[in-house]
């Protein structure tokens, strides 16, 4: 029997007043949702200890009962742990879950109290005591400098926020072969703030089944969440197998399509980031079997743009002057260059001198792709070519953060391979294997490099057909691809 629930006053928030769900970047979890999540557990037959950290009203913990009073199966002896940090929201918990609890003769904790201080105790003391956990985290950040940062290194676990914390830690907590259910934002599946968080799920659990929401505000509406969000379903200490990718538009599960997947499908051998690819399950695109290149096989490099405005002020020019070069964000791109660009809100130029040589790369061709992208756009990578053409008095250029560059040791391309790279990153096929990983607006190099690539051959294969066309529409584009690649 676990001795640790107690309610105490937490320091930070002495009064024990509602801190609210804004403050706490928690979100409500919809009984469609939570209905669906529930009936992702195994039958519990030989009894269980639920762990619900972030508990909310207790939607989740009471759709986990109703799935077990629906089953076929006796109802098992069980107890639940349930943790809430709000003091307003302990009430409503309190009250929300009395019948329920009451009905079945479970047995119930609620814990008012910090589950990242009280989980990383037991973790400490080597205590597993949940067969079972359901999970609708918070989100916010966590401080580099934090108490809970520090808790966390202590017992093995490197999360930068709550969201990761609290499912790692319920990891932890789990006994062998345990199974946890989560609603989380997709942000994990890629980017290296996450590594730490991925291998520490694929070292310690085997990933059974991944929901996606095809609609990006869908499954938290009424809260104005923005986050791409993901169910997941992890069994502890566990053999992996083929893993079940289902989608559904939102939260009434009105379009629901399940198909199931090799692991490699899902995490690439030999890749070193481990990002997490999640296709839709009605996505049929096929891989273009001479796009199989490793970026840095081919002699290529993506790095973020150099210059950081922001701390180059002094340096930064609206029009161009005597010995002043070119500084490129993103808007002087729409189909081809425009510099410079009257009435701009960024300035156009950086002056050319010893204290910003080292920020600046030789005019030459390169790829750029913005780093952020809108999530109305079609495609999240939107790719440009920068030809020298386009300034042709400029021996430098710069490039601002907002920018990924591909380059050669930072400098230029070979034309046609330039040429070819744009062409093959702006296509569908690049456009659903990086939405396979990546779940949010931001396109970092990290997740570039991840991508597969034709070979050089290829790419100025690609170019030079660009070039030859006298209208280089997306259609034909595709066509073009899908024939030389496949």
């Keep these: 029997m676990l001795q640790l629930f107690e309610t105490p006053i937490k320091k930070d928030n002495p009064a ?65 742990s349930l943790f809430e940090f709000d003091a307003a929201m302990v009430q409503k ?20 109290t910090d589950f990242i201080e009280h989980a990383t105790m037991l973790v400490l003391r080597k205590q597993r005591p949940f067969t079972h956990a359901i999970l609708n985290p918070p989100y916010k950040k966590i401080n580099s400098g934090s108490l809970h940062r520090a808790l966390l290194r202590d017992v093995g676990i490197e999360a930068v926020n709550l969201y990761t914390a609290f ?8 006994q062998p072969r345990g199974t946890l259910v989560a609603i989380i934002p997709r942000s994990f599946c890629n980017g290296p703030y996450y590594k730490p968080f991925r291998e520490f799920i694929l070292r310690h659990t085997a990933i059974r089944h991944i929901h996606l929401f095809t609609s990006r505000t869908d499954a938290f509406k009424a809260d104005k969440v923005l986050q791409e969000n993901v169910i997941i379903k992890l069994e502890r200490d566990a053999e992996q197998a083929d893993i079940c990718i289902s989608t559904s538009t939102n939260g009434d599960m009105n379009d629901y399509s399940i198909a199931s997947y090799h692991v490699t499908d899902i995490i690439r051998p030999g890749d070193p980031e481990k990002f997490i690819h999640i296709p839709d399950a009605q996505d049929a695109a096929e891989p273009l079997s001479l796009a199989n290149s490793p970026l840095a096989s081919l002699g290529i490099e993506v790095s973020t743009g150099p210059v950081v405005d922001f701390r180059l002020k002094e340096y930064l020019r609206g029009m161009p002057q005597d010995d002043d070069v070119p500084l490129l964000y993103s808007g002087h791109f729409n189909g081809k260059a425009e510099w410079p660009k009257a009435g701009f809100k960024k300035p156009n130029a950086i002056a050319r001198c010893p204290e910003t040589m080292k920020w600046l790369y030789p005019n030459g061709y390169y790829v750029i792709v913005r780093r952020l992208s809108s999530k109305e756009e079609k495609r999240r990578i939107v790719a440009y070519l920068v030809d020298p053409a386009y300034f042709p008095d400029a021996p430098f ?13 930072k400098e230029g391309l070979d034309k046609d391979v330039a040429q070819g790279l744009a062409l093959y990153l702006n296509s569908s096929f690049v456009d659903t294997l990086f939405r396979r990983f990546n779940g949010h607006t931001q396109v970092n190099a990290t997740d570039l490099r991840a991508l597969p690539y034709p070979s050089l051959k290829d790419l100025a294969a690609l170019g030079v057909w660009a070039k030859g066309q006298k209208e280089l529409t997306q259609e034909a584009m595709e066509r073009h691809l899908e024939h030389v690649l496949a």
């Excluded at 269980?48 to 009203?57: I, T, V």
């Excluded at 499912?167 to 789990?174: G, M, W």
């Excluded at 250029?397 to 040791?409: D, K, P, S, Y």
């Design 16 to 80: 024990g007043r509602p801190m609210g769900k804004a403050a706490l970047g928690q979100y409500m979890t919809s009984s469609n949702i939570a209905a669906f999540m529930a009936s992702l557990f195994p039958k519990a037959h030989d009894g269980f200890h639920l762990l619900d950290a972030g508990a909310g009203e207790g939607s989740l913990t009471c759709a986990f009962l109703d799935a077990l009073r629906s089953s076929d199966s006796p109802f098992p002896s069980g107890e639940v």
């Design 93 to 112: 918990l309190e009250e929300n879950t009395a019948n329920t609890f009451r009905a079945l003769s479970v047995e119930r904790h609620i814990c008012h």
């Design 167 to 174: 499912v790692a830690l319920a990891v932890a907590l789990l």
């Design 397 to 409: 250029l710069g490039f601002e953060n907002h920018l990924n560059v591909f380059h050669c040791r």
